[in-house]
């Protein structure tokens, strides 16, 4: 019977893995320190494959510091934790496909790769600028015995010692700073999607370092741009009279022929209308996921081209899509009342494909007319608001206060979200999220341009200290301050959005909604007892404990949720609850999971989700009524289901 295995998995394990699916004439076998055989590397062997590269004491240039080493041991290094599910601190739990995560983004970024590994689209970070007064997260130790950890992780408080304040009199100020970044940007790494991109927010006082680590993990051939951004327009203070009023944004990609930016370009207004200068933009059909017309039916309608032939949405395979903008969208107006609004070309159907007599057909597209809207990679980024306007966004959101110290401003932030050409169930993710301000860009833009973005926000679950304005106004963590600026921004969109709608006119298509809600996750130790622990660390007189290893305190739907990664699903999934057979059994994502840790489930229940014929059946190994189920378990399956994988936990 297949077992889940629990805990992430160990990097360095993968990369071998890897590594012998490439050459497997350089693996062989040893012994390891408890006498069983496993494979391992041979590095003569790759070395005499991959010729004499770089070896010995001959001089290359490299980036390393003190703790790089552990640093690199540790991102690749398996935890057992998981995310505990928080319906009571979320919005709209049962539909959301946003998610916002409590705790230290390197163990989310651990967790999270078992189910998003290459599927992150766009990636912002705003990490410690290392300015000598920031705290952040690092092990002191990064080989720890089962015993330390258990201390560590259980209940102690998940924060402990492990948030430190990095002091400029630290002996390993930058070596600290690089080794906590460097885990991170490489797991971030793995997240992200063939033609994904990266955006880093620094300021000077790790600039250069940041550079190099940038360059190492993703590769100085996918550095798109080191671009200044000027956050204080008084100039900033004055270092040695030169004004420091500046910060950066570093882009990486992860593989740069692959990218596409929707508003790369050489940033001139290179055509000419009777309106004035302008460029061409993006289209305006709807591509990528759930574009069919089906999808959205109500913005399937005809616009006038400008030889006076009324044109449909049709896709480059002759199907049916929709526009980008329906017929409220004051674009879309300006188009229906006048066809010179849009830019047209008249494009070619594929190959063999004919509509309507036709092989080719009009193809309106957005004149961008300002200048401001273009990504120039090697200037000043001025015009996306300061370090004031983000103060500003936070306080109009929160009755004139500040609870968050350095929030960015969210122009700047929906104009970062806006580069990556939107495509429905597009990711972003953010795992320095502070005050949740990436959130509040993908939904402000999703109800500009009707996308389908998911955001994922991480935040450590640091305390706000007494004292502060945060404090004062009830906030214990930063975590609190970040799910309710995204409830407030929500809130003030959706009344906008009704505004709109109350003055539409007569026939017209409503304003849609974007996904406004969040899911909270929080990171906390596994759900089962010391499940990790080798036998020689398991006492005789504990064995009996594991007759039910499930830790006091927790729930059903936090089993469930440690489950989900293991098989692929997305911690947005639906759920539905069912009984079967006086059981309660979760369904997720329609048929693609049947899971029930209930006590003494019977045969008859399992039947039953064996009739539902889901992708995977889990049940506790614990739960079985008898060993009549137990050995039915499987049958039941093979029987009514055949295709259903069944496992247990």
């Known amino acids: 019977m297949e077992k889940i295995e629990l805990g992430t998995a160990d990097g360095a394990t993968e990369n071998i893995e890897k590594i012998a699916e490439l050459f497997p004439q350089v693996m062989t076998e040893t012994k390891n320190a408890e006498g069983e055989l496993e494979r391992v590397v041979d590095f003569d062997a790759l070395r005499d494959l991959l010729g004499d590269v770089a070896e010995g004491q001959r001089e290359r240039y490299q980036f390393t510091w003190p703790g790089k080493r552990e640093a690199k041991a540790e991102a690749r290094r398996p935890i057992y934790k998981t995310m505990i599910p928080e319906p009571g601190k979320s919005k709209d739990w049962d539909t959301t496909e946003n998610l916002y995560i409590e705790g230290d983004n390197l163990d989310a970024l651990k967790i999270l790769k078992e189910t998003y590994a290459g599927k992150v689209k766009l990636i912002y970070i705003d990490p410690p600028y290392n300015t000598g007064s920031d705290k952040f997260v690092y092990p002191d130790s990064y080989r720890q015995s089962a015993q330390s950890y258990a201390e560590s992780d259980g209940e102690i408080d998940n924060?402990?010692?492990?948030?430190?304040?990095?002091?400029?009199?630290?002996?390993?100020?930058?070596?600290?700073?690089?080794?906590?970044?460097?885990?991170?940007?490489?797991?971030?790494?793995?997240?992200?999607?063939?033609?994904?991109?990266?955006?880093?927010?620094?300021?000077?006082?790790?600039l250069i370092n940041l550079g190099k680590l940038m360059d190492e993990v993703f590769g100085s051939s996918n550095r798109l741009a080191c671009a200044p951004w000027r956050s204080e327009p008084s100039g900033g203070k004055d270092k040695t009279a030169l004004r420091t009023g500046h910060e950066y944004i570093m882009f990486y990609s992860k593989n740069a022929p692959s990218l596409r930016l929707?508003?790369?370009?050489?940033?001139?207004?290179?055509?000419?209308?009777?309106?004035?200068?302008?460029?061409?933009?993006?289209?305006?059909?709807?591509?990528?996921?759930?574009?069919?017309?089906?999808?959205?039916?109500?913005?399937?309608?005809?616009?006038?081209?400008?030889?006076?032939?009324?044109?449909?949405?049709?896709?480059?395979?002759?199907?049916?899509?929709?526009?980008?903008?329906?017929?409220?969208?004051e674009g879309m107006k300006a188009l229906l009342s006048n066809p010179?609004?849009?830019?047209?070309?008249?494009?070619?159907?594929?190959?063999?494909?004919?509509?309507?007599?036709?092989?080719?057909?009009?193809?309106?597209?957005?004149?961008?007319?300002?200048?401001?809207?273009?990504?120039?990679?090697?200037?000043?980024?001025?015009?996306?608001?300061?370090?004031?306007?983000?103060t500003s966004d936070l306080k109009n959101l929160f009755h004139g206060k500040k609870p968050f110290e350095t929030p960015k401003p969210v122009k700047l932030l929906e104009w970062i979200v806006g580069l990556y050409a939107s495509?429905?169930?597009?990711?972003?993710?953010?795992?320095?999220?502070?005050?949740?301000?990436?959130?509040?860009?993908?939904?402000?833009?999703?109800?500009?341009?009707?996308?389908?973005?998911?955001?994922?926000?991480?935040?450590?679950?640091?305390?706000?200290?007494?004292?502060?304005?945060?404090?004062?106004?009830?906030?214990?963590?930063i975590c609190e301050i970040g799910e309710e600026r995204i409830r407030r921004a929500g809130a003030r969109i959706a009344a906008d959005i009704d505004k709109e709608n109350e003055q539409l006119e007569l026939g017209a298509e409503p304003k849609p909604y974007p996904d406004l809600g969040f899911r909270v996750l929080r990171i906390d130790s596994s759900n089962f007892k010391d499940f990790y622990l080798t036998p020689g660390e398991t006492a005789q007189e504990s064995l009996f404990d594991f007759a039910d290893n499930v830790k006091e305190g927790r729930s059903d739907l936090d089993l469930l949720f440690e489950v989900l990664p293991k098989l692929g699903i997305p911690y947005s999934a639906k759920i539905e609850e069912r009984m079967l057979a006086g059981k309660k059994v979760f369904f997720v994502d329609g048929d693609k999971l049947a899971a029930c840790f209930d006590a003494n489930v019977g045969s008859d229940t399992i039947e039953e989700m064996a009739k539902e014929k889901p992708w995977y059946a889990v049940i506790r190994d614990s739960s079985m009524a008898d060993d009549a189920t137990?050995?039915?378990?499987?049958?039941l399956f093979r029987t009514y289901s055949p295709d259903t994988v069944p496992q247990v936990i």
Not at 307 to 327: A, C, I, L, S
């Open 630 to 635: 137990h050995a039915n378990y499987e049958e």
């Open 340 to 390: 010179e609004a849009a830019h047209w070309d008249l494009c070619p159907y594929d190959s063999g494909i004919t509509v309507d007599g036709q092989t080719e057909r009009w193809v309106p597209f957005e004149k961008i007319r300002s200048s401001s809207h273009e990504f120039g990679w090697n200037t000043w980024l001025d015009g996306f608001g300061t370090n004031a306007d983000g």
């Open 262 to 329: 929707q508003t790369i370009s050489d940033g001139e207004l290179n055509l000419e209308d009777s309106y004035g200068p302008y460029r061409k933009g993006r289209e305006l059909r709807k591509w990528g996921a759930t574009s069919d017309r089906s999808d959205r039916p109500n913005m399937w309608f005809g616009i006038k081209a400008p030889n006076g032939e009324v044109v449909f949405p049709y896709k480059n395979d002759g199907t049916e899509g929709y526009w980008r903008w329906g017929k409220d969208n």
């Open 159 to 206: 924060l402990g010692n492990r948030l430190v304040e990095n002091k400029e009199s630290n002996g390993r100020f930058h070596s600290c700073w690089c080794s906590m970044l460097y885990q991170r940007l490489l797991l971030l790494r793995d997240l992200m999607a063939a033609d994904g991109l990266i955006a880093v927010s620094i300021n000077d006082a790790e």
């Open 423 to 477: 495509e429905d169930d597009e990711v972003i993710l953010d795992v320095f999220s502070g005050a949740a301000g990436t959130a509040e860009a993908a939904i402000r833009l999703s109800a500009e341009d009707g996308a389908k973005r998911k955001f994922i926000m991480v935040q450590l679950d640091e305390p706000c200290e007494d004292g502060t304005v945060a404090k004062q106004m009830g906030f214990n963590t």
